[in-house]
């Protein structure tokens, strides 16, 4: 796991200078601890910063191949040892990156669907002077370009690094900040920031000599399978081979334990394959409503785990808020990805760089409560009666208890959007962040207006794949999750962001693309079972793996507080300041008026719901995400990488390894 | 009830409905026959917490078929909705 950028120039005179390299370098110095390393070429500079987890000694980067050409990569093949073997030696390390490397110069992209992982690289052919760069199908690790106004082109894990460069400078993209509160996250190749793309999940981009001469998707979601339903064993076999392969590491590997179906399964299916001790770790809250840690002990003893836990308290959320923003590079809606910022800490003082997770089972299995949701308003449609007796057992999005969820609860859900919308399992939380844009600006407003066809709904509903209009309601939902939530959020600010900020690498099982293929597979009724019974297949193999409370306990959305942390006696001055009028006209996206009245229902304590937790945490992270990109002096503070490079590839040169 | 209850709850509703959802209005004068969803000033997920709030602080019991624009469409309707409703 590691931080890439680099820089080519149209003009292949040019040369990349080393201090641009050794700022990008500094930039990403978090997602790669242990060293870093440069090459430069006619017209092309690249850099790679490394979190060592396979071959150790060997393994740096930037890695030059046997016909000349050049790979920086972020990420793990995980598959690489079954790939090596099909290959012809000799090898100079043991690391997957030369395997990839290696089947790319024989193969090219075609290689593509044989990788197993998360990943995301670029590579330098330079006698066509052609850059790739690629990421993994699910979009886990992030990759940024920005177009260069001479013709060329700059690249990095983080757009903190393009910013870095000097290449490009941080400005709000008003379209991509709007996405933000409509569904979460900027899509790609949509960011918050103006002339910053994101390459897409599944996808690619070919620049060559001057221009990019591709961009498009190897490999994407589809629901349409060959119609035989997968035996009820394969899912058992494929989970255990995706956590074996993602065991694979020259360090020890732990797992992230978050008391529910999906993180159990994998810490038991770990213990399992381990050949040494497990170490879990989880977070617990202080506050009752978001604790887990009853289940999360239970599992830790069932399994024998050495456990260990991060509490979060009053505090803890505040004081991490800003550190989480610069990380993630976007606005954010919920304050979710803060403990698991400090939990990737916690994990890193404990030893461990590598964690399983449970990520994407709920997107594959149909866990979320939208799942349930959307098959209930469907129900509506033909049986009313049924479908609102049957909504009193869901947990809904606002947060109030339940015995305060009445008839009004039940008619938003009930007329929020028609079946025939394609984003129709959507609309409810869609109406839910739309308070978010209640806090514009009119200017902002207008702005948003006027940007033609930007609209984020209509973008989205322009670029759904042909297949869609024939997928299930329920398929159609995970999709919308997978390509709104899963990759532009979940993944990014709440995964690869905050881990990596501390050099811990998130590995994620049921995000082997094998394993979606299963789920695809899979009749509707053997993930959500008759009764909403949600994730049926899992539970039937958590059965036989994990205590029985752990396995029948209903889903709880993992959720942190959201106003609470920010008002009171230990609330941090900063809160107040980057919220006053002033500050807010700097930035100049939010009302200074409206904002005023929402801060004084959040200091009486009034503001307790679901919306409201959203609007604060949306306008506070946009604040601080302004001044620490945007703001004055905020360009002149990038670092230049001080320490020599454990690799320098110059043209024509050789490696030169310190 | 007289005089003096129904002012103080058309004042109690007013100032919960003016904290609540004004401050995202701020150029709307609200008058008492005004309807919430012609000014815009309440959404639908406006109208759940609006429910909920006549719900808890007095006590009432709402029926699906009550939310009515006719009950909770305007601080008119809504001072005679809860004043019929309300637990004497």
Redesign the interface.
């Known amino acids: 796991m590691c931080g890439i950028a680099g820089i080519v120039r149209a003009d292949a005179a040019a040369l990349v200078a080393e201090p641009q390299l050794r700022r990008m370098a500094a930039a990403l110095r978090h997602r790669g601890p242990d060293g870093w390393g440069m090459a430069r070429a006619a017209g092309a500079g690249l850099v790679s910063t490394r979190l060592a987890i396979f071959d150790l000694p060997g393994g740096w980067q930037p890695m030059r191949g046997e016909r000349g050409t050049l790979l920086v990569y972020n990420g793990e093949v995980y598959n690489h040892l079954e790939l090596r073997g099909r290959l012809v030696g000799p090898f100079a390390t043991t690391s997957d990156t030369e395997v990839v490397h290696r089947l790319l110069e024989h193969d090219g992209l075609a290689a593509l669907d044989r990788l197993n992982g998360q990943f995301a690289f670029a590579w330098w052919e330079p006698a066509q002077r052609r850059l790739t760069l690629v990421r993994d199908r699910f979009g886990v690790r992030p990759l940024h370009w920005a177009a260069l106004p001479d013709g060329g082109i700059a690249f990095a894990s983080e757009a903190k690094a393009l910013f870095a460069s000097g290449e490009a400078a941080a400005a709000p993209d008003l379209a991509g900040i709007d996405e933000v509160f409509t569904t979460w996250g900027a899509r790609a190749p949509r960011t918050a920031f103006a002339g910053v793309a994101q390459l897409p999940p599944g996808g690619l981009l070919v620049w060559e000599d001057g221009e990019v001469v591709a961009r498009r998707t190897w490999w994407a979601p589809d629901y349409e399978t060959d119609g035989a339903a997968p035996a009820a064993e394969e899912l058992s076999e494929l989970l255990a081979d995706a956590v074996r392969l993602r065991l694979r590491a020259d360090v020890p590997v732990g797992t992230y334990l978050s008391g529910g179906l999906d993180s159990s399964l994998i810490t038991a299916l770990a213990q399992q394959a381990s050949d040494h001790e497990l170490r879990t770790f989880s977070v617990a809250f202080h506050d009752a409503r978001y604790d887990e840690r009853a289940f999360q002990q239970q599992v830790a003893a069932a399994l024998g785990t050495r456990h260990h836990v991060v509490e979060i308290g009053p505090h803890e959320i505040a004081d991490g808020f800003r550190a989480v923003v610069a990380h993630a590079e976007t606005p954010l809606i919920r304050t979710a990805p803060v403990p698991l910022y400090l939990l990737a800490q916690a994990t890193r003082a404990h030893g461990i760089t590598v964690v399983a997770t449970g990520e994407g089972a709920d997107e594959l299995f149909w866990g979320y409560d939208l799942f349930k949701e959307t098959a209930l308003r469907e129900l509506h449609t033909r049986e009313p009666a049924r479908a609102e007796a049957l909504l009193d057992e869901l947990y809904p999005y ?1 947060d ?1 208890p339940a015995e ?1 969820r ?7 859900f009930f ?2 959007g028609a079946p025939v919308d394609p984003l129709f399992s959507h609309q409810p939380r869609i ?2 962040t ?2 978010v844009r ?2 514009y600006r009119p200017e902002l407003a207008q702005a948003l207006d006027g940007i033609n066809g930007e609209d984020p709904l209509a973008r989205l509903r322009a670029e759904l794949p042909l297949a869609f209009a024939r997928w299930s309601p329920l398929e159609r939902a995970a999709y919308l999750e997978l390509t709104t939530l899963l990759a532009p959020n979940l993944l990014s600010s709440q995964g690869d962001r905050v881990a990596m900020a501390h050099g811990v690498e998130g590995r994620f099982p049921f995000l082997d693309h094998r394993v979606f293929a299963h789920a695809a597979a899979l009749p509707p009724e053997r993930k959500l079972a008759p009764g909403l019974r949600e994730k049926a297949e899992l539970r039937a193999l958590a059965e036989r793996l994990l205590p029985r409370a752990v396995v029948e306990r209903p889903k709880q959305p993992y959720r942190a507080p959201a106003v609470t942390p920010f008002f009171g006696a230990h609330a941090p001055a900063w809160v107040e300041e980057r919220l006053e009028a002033r500050a807010l006209d700097e930035v100049g996206l939010f ?1 200074p ?2 904002v ?3 801060l ?2 959040c200091r009486t304590g ?1 503001a307790s ?1 679901f ?1 409201e937790g959203m609007a604060l945490v949306g306008i506070l992270s946009t604040q601080v995400w302004h001044e620490c990109f945007c703001g004055t002096g905020a360009a002149d503070r990038w670092p230049v990488e001080r320490a020599e490079p454990r690799v320098r590839l110059e043209a024509a040169e050789g490696i030169t390894s310190q | 009830m007289g005089e003096t209850e129904v002012g103080t709850l058309r004042a109690e509703l007013r100032a919960y409905i003016e ?2 959802f ?3 209005h ?1 150029d709307v004068e609200l008058h008492d026959a005004d309807e919430f969803l012609e000014l815009g000033v309440i ?3 406006g ?6 709030e006549v ?2 602080r007095y006590g009432i019991a ?3 078929l ?2 009515t624009e006719e009950n909770f469409g305007s601080l008119d309707a809504l001072v005679a909705f809860v004043e019929r409703r309300r637990p004497s």
């Not at chain 1, 009445?406 to 938003?412: I, L, N, Q, Y």
């Open positions: 606002l109030v305060r009445g008839p009004a609860w039940k008619r938003f007329e929020a109406a839910a739309g308070i209640a806090f009302e008026a409206r005023e009245g929402l004084r229902r009034k719901g919306r | 904290e609540a004004l401050y995202l701020p959404d639908s997920l109208f759940v917490e609006l429910v909920e719900q808890t709402v029926d699906a009550e939310i």
